[in-house]
C-alpha cells in the first residue's frame, strides 16, 4: 500500500487566500483524522471521521477551517479566508477502527506558510 | 482531559550507545493505549512502538522497548545501539482505549534526540 498520500506537499500562500488540503486514506481504513503541528502547540487533532462521518470537530479552531469527507478515499481541510497564523504542518492519518487494532498511520504532511 | 508530557526537549547520544527518552502522562481512565512516533527531518510521522495498558509486559521491537509504569504514570522509550538513522524527534501519544470521540491521540510536545558519531 502507498500509505496515506497528502497534497501538496508544500504551500505557499498570501493572506486572505482560500487553502484546500487533501489527503487519501489508506484503502480499507474507516477512520481518518486531520491534526496540526505547530512550534507553540505541538500536534492538535482538528476534526476525526468515521465511515466519512465527522465525530469530533472540537479542534477546529475558527469557522474559517472545514472538512469535508466526501467518500472513504478522500479528504479535505479547507481555510477560508487563510491567515497568517494558520502557517504550521498539517497531518493526515487514517486507521482501521477496531478496539485494540486502531494504530493511526500519517501522511507525510502539508507545509502552510501564508504571508 | 488527558496529557502527555515529555520533559526533555532535547537528548543526545553517542552512536551504538543506549539512551532513554522520557514520557509521563496523566488521565483518570484505567484502559487506554500508548505510542512512540518517530518524526525525522523528513517530516513523515512513524509509529516506533505501541503499549497495552492492561498488558503488563513492555513492549519491545527490535533495538526499541518501553518501560511501563502504569501506577507512576510513566511510558520510557528505550533505544539500544544507537544508529546515526535514530536521529529525530519522538513524540509520545496516548489514545483512550473507549469508542466515541476518544480515539484521537494526545502528543506530548516532543524530544529531539542527536546521535553523534
Known amino acids: 500500500d502507498a500509505g496515506v498520500i497528502q497534497s501538496p506537499r508544500h504551500e505557499v500562500t498570501e493572506m486572505g487566500q482560500e487553502v484546500t488540503l487533501r489527503c487519501k486514506p489508506i484503502s480499507g481504513h474507516n477512520s481518518l483524522f486531520w491534526y496540526r503541528q505547530t512550534m507553540m502547540r505541538g500536534l492538535e487533532l482538528l476534526i476525526y471521521?468515521?465511515?466519512?462521518?465527522?465525530?469530533?470537530d472540537s479542534g477546529m479552531p475558527e469557522d474559517r477551517f472545514s472538512a469535508k469527507m466526501p467518500n472513504a478515499s478522500f479528504s479535505t481541510l479547507k481555510i477560508q479566508p487563510s491567515e497568517p497564523r494558520d502557517s504550521a504542518v498539517y497531518f493526515c492519518?487514517?486507521?482501521?477502527?477496531?478496539?485494540?487494532?486502531?494504530?493511526?498511520?500519517f501522511g507525510a504532511g502539508t507545509r502552510l506558510s501564508v504571508l | 482531559a488527558q496529557t502527555v508530557t515529555q520533559s526533555q526537549p532535547e537528548m543526545s547520544v553517542q552512536e551504538a550507545e543506549t539512551v532513554t527518552l522520557s514520557c509521563t502522562y496523566d488521565t483518570s481512565e484505567s484502559d487506554y493505549y500508548l505510542f512512540w512516533y518517530k518524526q525525522p527531518p523528513s517530516r513523515q510521522m512513524i509509529l516506533v512502538i505501541r503499549q497495552e495498558a492492561y498488558k503488563q509486559q513492555n513492549a519491545t521491537e527490535n533495538r526499541f522497548s518501553v518501560n511501563f509504569q502504569k501506577a507512576a504514570k510513566s511510558f520510557s522509550l528505550k533505544i539500544s545501539d544507537s544508529q546515526l538513522g535514530d536521529a529525530a524527534m519522538y513524540f509520545c501519544a496516548y489514545r483512550s482505549a473507549d469508542g466515541g470521540s476518544n480515539y484521537k491521540l494526545t502528543f506530548g510536545k516532543g524530544t529531539l534526540l542527536t546521535v553523534n558519531p
Open positions: 492519518a487514517s486507521s482501521f477502527r477496531v478496539r485494540g487494532k486502531n494504530i493511526q498511520y
Open positions: 471521521f468515521n465511515n466519512n462521518v465527522p465525530i469530533d
